[in-house]
């Protein structure tokens, strides 16, 4: 979900959401649930430019902060984390040495 402004359409603050696939493919039916809106997340007053910029400020001094941005960042699937690190490669040999790696 994503809140934008009437004047100009940047993007004040958004909502990351997610459906648990594993979950409602087994029972038939999914349930779409918030993990967290970005201002509240990182205490930021919206998500303009500024805001991205103090976040990454804030992710590289703060290790708490950096872990709490990745989290959010991989939507709560931290055993993505090194599938999607490793997606960047730029061959399938490379993704599968990373994948074995981590």
């Avoid at 990745?70 to 993505?80: F, R």
């Avoid at 599938?83 to 040999?93: E, F, L, N, Y």
Wanted: proline share 4%; charged share 20%.
């Amino acid at each position: 979900r994503v809140r934008v402004a009437n004047s100009g359409f940047g993007v004040l603050d958004f909502t990351q959401r997610r459906v648990d696939l594993k979950a409602a493919n087994e029972n038939g039916v999914y349930t779409v649930r918030d993990v967290y809106t970005f201002s509240e997340a990182f205490g930021l007053p919206d998500a303009s430019p500024a805001s991205l910029v103090a976040l990454r400020t804030m992710a590289i001094d703060n290790a708490t902060a950096g872990e709490t941005f990745l989290n959010h960042y991989y939507a709560g699937y931290p055993d993505d984390r090194f599938g999607t690190m490793c997606a960047t490669h730029s061959s399938p040999k490379d993704y599968w040495l990373c994948r074995y790696k981590h």
